[in-house]
């Protein structure tokens, strides 16, 4: 059966990412691509090659807007940027696509999901992780260099506790855990950057 002629390749590969955020890898069957995207399964298969195939576009899709989102929001040029890491976190657990809470973030989930039992996988959640550690170290050096945080401040450390934050927090947020609490978390995170520095006399 040929594909329909209003077949849209990005927007089937959007709904695949939808699907596969929602229920996970393992979850998702050929048929449920198949019901969600429309499409027959020698029409996903001829299109697509396999269901792992289009997985990793969903997951390059996924990096492209999403993760590209929060590299956005983590620019810290011209705001403190305390300010900047706690709307940020925020933003991380209070719903950040629409109204689709609990969802979690789909490259942690895919993260605990496939472990590092899936090579191609691996390289790409790896590499979203480490587009975020940037972004921070980015922002925390803007920081630095603007007197905001303590010329003492290890970039290092700090862009790990942070991130380890982020993802617990991702874990948290898709628990369904009390938003108050996770705030709690993200305040005790910023104040673990230490004071800002006085002013001079």
């Not at 990412?17 to 449920?32: I, K, M, N, P, Q």
Request: proline share 3%.
């Amino acid at each position: 059966m040929a594909r329909p002629r209003q077949f849209d390749e990005k927007n089937a590969v959007t709904s695949a990412t939808e699907l596969f955020w929602r229920r996970g890898y393992h979850a998702t069957s050929v048929r449920d691509l198949g019901d969600e995207l429309k499409l027959t399964p020698s029409s996903l298969y001829r299109t697509f090659t396999d269901k792992h195939t289009l997985f990793l576009r969903a997951l390059d899709h996924y990096r492209a807007t999403e993760s590209a989102q929060a590299r956005q929001r983590l620019d810290a040029a011209d705001r403190p940027v305390r300010e900047v890491l706690r709307e940020w976190m925020l933003w991380l657990v209070t719903c950040p696509a629409g109204d689709k809470s609990g969802r979690g973030c789909f490259v942690v989930n895919t993260a605990t999901e496939l472990g590092t039992t899936d090579e191609k996988v691996r390289l790409r959640t790896e590499a979203a992780f480490e587009t975020t550690r940037q972004a921070l170290r980015s922002a925390l050096a803007a920081g630095r260099d603007r007197g905001e945080l303590s010329a003492d401040l290890d970039i290092d450390d700090a862009v790990e506790l942070l991130f380890t934050t982020v993802l617990g927090l991702r874990v948290r947020e898709r628990a369904g855990h009390d938003t108050e609490r996770l705030t709690t978390a993200i305040d005790l995170a910023i104040r673990a950057l230490g004071p800002a520095p006085a002013e001079p006399a």
